[in-house]
């Protein structure tokens, strides 16, 4: 598994390389425009090529942006959905132009239409984001689980599932697992029999080859809690076993999975650390 953390983009997004190897990262995930608004500004060509360049230099990859956490594509509101499609749209060519591999987004509430409404919507809008993002894109774009909270879409395996197989363009979809929003949904990962059950859950539903990216975080909140609260590494209620079974599992032997913890760069590297400490050699 290659092992990374979400990094800083301050000053410039080519900037992040740096802060990913101070903290010992092998892959990355960034935020490419500004995760809280909807207009961004355009990433200039110098430093898109900055960028590419430190990625081939440095050999951090794959790695990851995500999404705008202001994005809903399973909203019945048509000025919001026209703001997360073009955001969406938006966000595909930036990660193109910076040879970014995956992009990771939260599939979206609901907000009382029902779960299979919302999930047909989000589909739509899948199809329609690949379409106007145009073939030659090399971006496949991530369905991340959820916890559960509110009318949020993606806490069980099922829904992900169904998403992928209502969306046309399914060779451009696939799907990054959040442990803290695994286990916060009611997947405990915390023993070897829960975390082969949640596997063999993943297996059956949107299938291993479809599971693509990893975010490691501890959770803040209790089992089942439908609690998206993130806790760092020996930091919250899961221990350290879930991560165990990660790092060792041959099945995502060569997968980024990033950091996403609330100390961010002040711990990444420790953490980092006592995550290859549980690498069997």
């Not at 942006?65 to 594509?73: G, P």
Request: proline content about 3%; glycine content about 8%.
């Amino acid at each position: 598994m290659r092992l990374g953390a979400h990094i800083s983009t301050a000053g410039g997004v080519s900037g992040a390389f740096a802060r990913a190897v101070e903290v010992t990262a092998e892959c990355m995930q960034i935020f490419t425009r500004n995760q809280n608004r909807w207009a961004s500004k355009p990433i200039a060509a110098d430093e898109a090529a900055e960028f590419r360049r430190l990625r081939k230099e440095t050999g951090i990859g794959p790695n990851m942006a995500h999404a705008s956490y202001l994005v809903n594509l399973a909203t019945s509101d048509a000025e919001l959905e026209r703001k997360s499609v073009e955001a969406m749209v938006d966000e595909v060519h930036r990660a193109d132009l910076l040879g970014i591999e995956y992009l990771v987004f939260h599939p979206g509430a609901h907000m009382g239409a029902g779960i299979e409404t919302g999930i047909r919507l989000i589909a739509q809008r899948l199809d329609r984001i690949v379409e106007e993002a145009g073939d030659d894109s090399r971006v496949t774009i991530l369905l991340e689980n959820t916890a559960g909270q509110g009318t949020v879409i993606g806490n069980e395996f099922e829904h992900l599932r169904d998403i992928l197989a209502a969306v046309r363009h399914v060779d451009r979809i696939g799907v990054c697992i959040d442990s803290c929003h695994a286990f916060a949904a009611g997947y405990d990962l915390t023993s070897g029999t829960g975390y082969e059950q949640a596997i063999a859950a993943l297996a059956s539903t949107v299938t291993l080859p479809k599971v693509l990216a990893f975010h490691l975080n501890d959770s803040l909140r209790d089992f089942n809690s439908r609690k998206d609260r993130h806790a760092g590494i020996e930091q919250g209620k899961m221990g350290l076993s879930p991560f165990g079974y990660l790092v060792n599992d041959p099945r995502f032997a060569q997968h980024p999975a990033t950091l996403e913890t609330p100390e961010a760069e002040a711990a990444y590297a420790r953490e980092l650390s006592v995550l290859r400490k549980l690498k069997r050699q």
